[in-house]
């Protein structure tokens, strides 16, 4: 049976970049059965992690993740939303740290 898992539930992905912090260890999804979006089967896909958050969450699924459309971001509207506001100034007060 093939899946689609359009939003992260039983476990995590990281694109990108490897972490280890402890007994939390992301591995290759394709380890899971789980493909990228758009990369065709057997492409390298070594950027594409996750970490089964409930043990055994994955068993039997395969499938491909397509990066939700709510993620994506038009660079030109988001500079036009911005301009609705105004310019911030950076501010150090006594006492502060950073």
């Not at 394709?30 to 758009?38: D, P, T, V």
């Not at 594409?48 to 509207?77: N, R, S, W």
Request: aromatic letters at 14%; proline letters at 5%.
């Amino acid at each position: 049976m093939q899946y689609q898992i359009r939003e992260p539930e039983g476990f995590a992905r990281m694109l990108e970049m490897i972490i280890e912090t402890g007994a939390s260890v992301f591995w290759q999804a394709s380890e899971y059965g789980i493909r990228y979006h758009g990369l065709p089967e057997g492409e390298d896909a070594s950027f594409f992690l996750c970490k089964e958050l409930v043990p055994g969450y994955l068993d039997g699924i395969t499938g491909e993740y397509a990066t939700p459309e709510g993620y994506l971001v038009d660079e030109q509207e988001a500079e036009e939303f911005d301009k609705q506001f105004l310019n911030k100034e950076k501010k150090k007060l006594p006492g502060q740290l950073f």
